[in-house]
Nanobody, 126 residues
Framework: QVQLVESGGGLVQPGGSLRLSCAASGFTLDGFAIHWFRQGPGKEREAIAGISGSDGSTWYKDSVQDRFTISRDNAKSTVHLSLDKLEPEDTAVYYC???????????????????WGRGTQVTVSS
């Protein structure tokens, strides 16, 4: 079965860190762009980071540019998202997704994605 599985979420205090993972099952991530999204309480789902499937280039939403880092390990078919200096506003369910026939790091409209994970909850609270 082809799927993406997120892990690594949890409860963390403001200023803390987490490392999220997006693992491919049933296929290899090599060559596929992976984009991370999040959806906070009462908010729309938004793209926050992406990594190219061709050259490893990356893209970040401005509000996370200096705090989040996306990386990929093709040998393990896994993409990681390191979250540092977390703020309460980062509280959300975090999803990874990949679109077909598109390998750039810049995200597409949500409707263009073919495969989504189920998400992992990140809660930032003291």
């Amino acid at each position: 079965q082809v799927q993406l599985v997120e892990s690594g979420g949890g409860l963390v205090q403001p200023g803390g860190s987490l490392r999220l993972s997006c693992a491919a099952s049933g296929f290899t991530l090599d060559g596929f762009a992976i984009h991370w999204f999040r959806q906070g309480p009462g908010k729309e789902r938004e793209a926050i980071a992406g990594i190219s499937g061709s050259d490893g280039s990356t893209w970040y939403k401005d509000s996370v540019q200096d705090r989040f880092t996306i990386s990929r390990d093709n040998a393990k078919s896994t993409v990681h998202l390191s979250l540092d200096k977390l703020e309460p506003e980062d509280t959300a369910v975090y999803y990874c997704a990949t679109p077909k026939y598109y390998s750039d790091s810049y995200p597409l409209p949500i409707s263009e994605y073919d495969l989504w994970g189920r998400g992992t909850q990140v809660t930032v609270s003291s």
